[in-house]
Each structure stands twice: as C-alpha cells, then as structure tokens.
C-alpha cells in the first residue's frame, strides 16, 4: 500500500517541480526591482469576517482591534518622513473594510506624500463604504482574494456563508469603477481548488465580472498551493487537492543562508502599534517579546522615526543574521521565503 503510494508519487511530476522551483529559487533569486526599503505595511484592522482554512487568523492568537485615524495619520507623517514611498494596507490577518474609516485612512495616506497605495482585501465588507469616494482616495490596486464565485466555496474554503454580501460588494464596485472611469487596478486573486476556466464558468462570472474585465481589470489564475504559516497550517487542513508549499529549499532552512528573504526588508506597523520586519508571517509568539521579528512598540516612542532610529543596530542585526547563522525561528520554518540579490 505505501510503496504503491510512493511509487505513484515519483510516476507524478511532484518531486521534479519541486526540485525545478528549490533549484530556482536558490541559484535565482530576485532582483531588488521594487525597491522594498521603501514599502512599509499599516494594519489598521486585526478583525476579519470569514475563517480561511489556509490562513492563521482562525488559530485566534491575535486580539480583534481596529486603528483610529488620529493614531494612523501620525504614523504616515512619520513613516513618509522617514522615506517610504509604498503604503501597504493589507493586514497580516484581517480585514481592512472591516475598519470603517478605511476610506479616510486612504486618504490621509495619500495626503501625508505616499506615492502608491495598495491593499488586499476579501471584498465582503466594501459595500458598507462610499465606494466612488474609495476610489477618488488616492488608493491605486485593490486586489480581491477570494475562493471562486459560488456559495459553496465559500462555506468550505472561507467557513462563511458570505457569497451574497460579497457579490453585491463586487458588482457595486465594478459598476462606479466603470461609471466614474477610475484608473484603480482591480485584480481577482482566487484561493481555491477550483481552475480559471470553472471559475470562468461562473454564473456571477458571465453575467456580472465578465463584462466590466478590461486591462486594469482582471483575474489572476488560481492559488492552489499555499504557504503554511511558519508549520501553523497543516496540509490537512485544505480540502480538494489545496496543498501547502513544501518546496525543499523554503523548508530547510540552511539553504536559506544563500541569500536572504526580500521581505526582511520590508516593515510594518500591526493595529496595536507593534513594529515588526516583514510583517507578513507570524506564529503564536505575536503580540510578546519572543516574536523574533519584533523591533518595539510605537506608543512607547514619541513616533517611527524615534523608534527606527533607537532600534537601529538592532533592525541591522535581525536583518544581517538572516544570512550569518542567526536567522530568525520564524525565518527557518517559513516556506514565504523569496530570495533576493542585491545589485
Ligand atoms: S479573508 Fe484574509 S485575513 Fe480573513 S481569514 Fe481569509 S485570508 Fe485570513
Ligand atoms: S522568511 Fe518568511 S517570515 Fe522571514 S522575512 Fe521572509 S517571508 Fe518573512
């Protein structure tokens, strides 16, 4: 029985691909073309209103809080001070129209000097906004992930019974994108087991997204293989040939040590002031002193550049022992891993 179940895995094409991606990864890693010292991430909503089965958030090991836009119009003044050009709104876990000023939190970004602001969301909550004022904000990609367009998706990938509020969202954002002629990107990120052509296949699709799909509209194939969240997600948590990313180089971690993870370079700021590095994966040490990726908390500090520029030696600690044997916990389980090459 196991040797059948073996012999099947190396007939596939599985370990070859994993092989081509490990190589490439390690001996090609990319360029620094986006220039990542210069992005920063804002959590402005740690809630979320749906339960992903690929996604930490369920595991509960973060509190449920919300940003004020006295609170984040400080931080932008002082992050764009500071150099940064590239705003990311999107919450390591959470729900950005789950904060209802997420409209003015645009735009106090965009009027505190950040030249591009983009953001992740699951869409369900946008049609509690002004969406023709959400897309005058000064907001420029709002990328939508989702599971496919059908009730039961939702119920087994999202384990929420949400398909009815995000269609009316999506239709009522599709419909002022195209009557105000906004240059927003909207792009359809799907999650899924699902293929682009059943996705395509869609009732919702054909006669709602379908006829608004131009240049600046529309959606990417289908995310099937995710990552695990530093080991917190199981392969047995994804259902229908949804896997997660076992890809040896990003597994083990002395490979790592060739060249480090482009998105140390990167910061951001969690909804309860905590200033991390990379800001997009974490285990259950979030929120304490042992969070490996934690540089200080901003309420202790008179603002950010107080804070980078007493945490200085540090931050280029953390940042060089990424490639000199001390790389972070959470770095060695991390399968997010991208390499980068400086030039
Ligand atoms: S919508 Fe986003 S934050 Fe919420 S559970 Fe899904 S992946 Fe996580
Ligand atoms: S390896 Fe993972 S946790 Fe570490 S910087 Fe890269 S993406 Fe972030």
Redesign the pocket.
């Known amino acids: 029985m196991i040797e059948n179940k073996l012999l099947n895995y190396f007939k596939s094409e599985q370990p070859y691909r994993f092989l081509g991606k490990s190589i490439k990864n390690l001996f090609f890693p990319v360029k620094d073309e986006i220039n990542v010292t210069k992005t920063i991430s804002i959590e402005v909503s740690s809630i979320?209103?749906?339960?992903?089965i690929?996604?930490?958030?369920?595991l509960g090991y973060r509190g449920e809080k919300i940003m004020m836009p006295e609170e984040f119009r400080k931080l932008t003044k002082s992050a764009v001070n500071l150099g940064y050009d590239y705003l990311d709104l999107t919450?390591p876990?959470?729900?950005l129209f789950l904060n209802k000023n997420a409209v003015e939190i645009v735009k106090i970004a965009k009027d505190s000097g950040f030249k591009h602001i983009g953001a992740?969301t699951?869409g369900i909550s946008l049609h509690n906004h002004n969406l023709d004022e959400l897309l005058r904000s000064g907001i420029n990609v709002i990328i939508i992930?989702f599971p496919g367009f059908g009730k039961t998706f939702y119920q087994e990938i999202?384990r929420a019974d949400k398909f009815e509020e995000f269609t009316e969202s999506i239709a009522l954002l599709l419909e002022i994108h195209k009557k105000i002629n906004s240059q927003v990107i909207i792009i359809f990120e799907p999650?899924t087991y699902l293929s682009i052509k059943q996705i395509k296949e869609s009732d919702f699709y054909c006669k709602i997204v379908s006829k608004f799909i131009k240049d600046i509209v529309f959606v990417r194939e289908p995310l099937r293989v995710f990552d695990s969240w530093c080991g917190e997600i199981k392969g047995k948590n994804l259902v229908k040939g949804m896997r997660v990313d076992i890809n040896p180089i990003k597994s083990i971690h002395p490979f790592k040590n060739a060249y480090p993870c482009i998105r140390i370079f990167t910061m951001g700021v969690l909804v309860n002031g905590d200033v991390r590095l990379c800001n997009c994966r974490y285990d259950k040490t979030i929120g304490t002193e042992k969070d490996p990726l934690f540089i200080g908390n901003i309420y202790n500090y008179k603002d950010l550049e107080e804070l980078i520029k007493e945490n200085d030696e540090k931050i280029e600690r953390m940042r060089s022992g990424f490639c000199n044997g001390k790389m972070a916990v959470l770095c060695k389980k991390c399968p997010f891993y991208r390499p980068v090459k400086f030039s």
């Open positions: 979320c209103d749906v339960k992903c690929f996604c930490i958030y369920h919450p876990s959470g729900e992740y699951n992930s999202c999650r």
